[in-house]
């Protein structure tokens, strides 16, 4: 039977490169373990690849914050709770940090 929650990101690992993939793998697994329903998980995805094609600083924290803004928005809505705001914020802050070392190099 077919995972009825596909990791998006997990798909997305075997098309990127070496670093790339690195950058991206932490959030793949965090992303996995918030049970998020399919469409959301797709959004978390999209703001993740843009964070990983950010070529500024300026650029990663934009993306960075419309996802914690779409947390935010998933959270008010009442579509996750607030554990899982604050879980899906700490992971779009933790693919940041690992973004500037990126960016800054």
């Known amino acids: 039977m077919p995972d009825p929650s596909p990791n998006y990101l997990a798909m997305m690992l075997p098309t990127l490169n070496a670093a790339q993939a690195a950058e991206l793998g932490p959030s793949a697994a965090a992303l996995k373990t918030l049970g998020l329903e ?3 998980q797709f959004s978390v995805a999209l703001y993740l690849m ?7 600083e300026a650029e990663l924290d934009k993306h960075m914050n419309q996802g914690k803004g ?12 607030s554990g899982a705001c604050e879980s899906l914020c700490r992971l779009f802050d933790e693919a940041a940090d690992r973004g500037r070392l990126r960016v800054v190099a």
């Open 50 to 56: 843009e964070m990983l094609n950010a070529s500024t």
């Open 38 to 40: 399919d469409n959301a």
């Open 70 to 81: 779409f947390a935010e928005g998933l959270s008010c809505a009442r579509q996750i709770c």
